[in-house]
């Protein structure tokens, strides 16, 4: 009976669902881009803080909400974006040793990685509800040390990005987003980390 409880024991920590949420999300953005063939290609980007724990290094899941599918992303880059403040006699900020930067190997405070996820190419068909098809992407945990949030480790982060029917002028419907029309706004500038 003690080898079976020790059995059943190993079985359920070894199935239990293998994932790591970080806990320094700085934040990010969700976009998508409207391909030639018709197709959609969906990307994230998620700035973290290098002294906390890493992101998943393989893939993330944008969930789907008011009808919209769920969207597998897989990690094609991690960058190092830390400003270089060793100029002029700052001291050097850093991820630590190379991709995929891992937990804890942040050299100062103002470390800063951007981990870029995409999916592959994707055929959404229909039109999107009036209040638009929404994904979004959920980390669990901030920095303990964020001081504008009361018990900020105990809040989480959500990405969100929607995508509205578009009715053109003179029409009386939405169009099909199937073959696709057009592309999500994308911010044209890193994002301003710190000043040294």
Not at 33 to 44: A, H, I, K, V
Not at 83 to 105: K, T, V, Y
Request: net charge negative.
């Amino acid at each position: 009976m003690k080898y079976f409880l020790i059995l059943i024991l190993g079985l359920v920590f070894t199935i239990q669902p293998n994932e790591t949420k970080a806990s320094h999300i700085m934040g990010g953005e969700i976009t998508w881009e409207c391909l030639p063939s018709g197709m959609f290609r969906f990307e994230m980007k998620i700035y973290r803080d290098c002294n906390g724990f890493a992101l998943n290094n393989f893939y993330e899941r944008l969930m789907g909400h008011n009808g919209a599918p769920n969207i597998s992303l897989t990690l094609v880059s991690t960058a190092d974006i830390s400003p270089d403040c060793a100029l002029g006699g700052g001291s050097e900020i850093s991820c630590g040793a190379g991709p995929p930067f891992i937990s804890h190997a942040g050299t100062g405070l103002g470390a800063v990685q951007e981990n870029v996820y995409r999916s592959g190419n994707i055929m959404l068909s229909g039109v999107p509800p009036a209040a638009g098809w929404v994904f979004t992407w959920d980390s669990c945990c901030r920095n303990a040390s964020v001081v504008n949030l009361v018990s900020a480790s105990g809040q989480g982060h959500t990405l969100r990005a929607i995508m509205y029917p578009f009715i053109p002028a003179g029409a009386t419907a939405a169009l099909n987003t199937s073959p696709c029309y057009d592309s999500s706004p994308r911010f044209g500038e890193m994002p301003n980390l710190i000043a040294c």
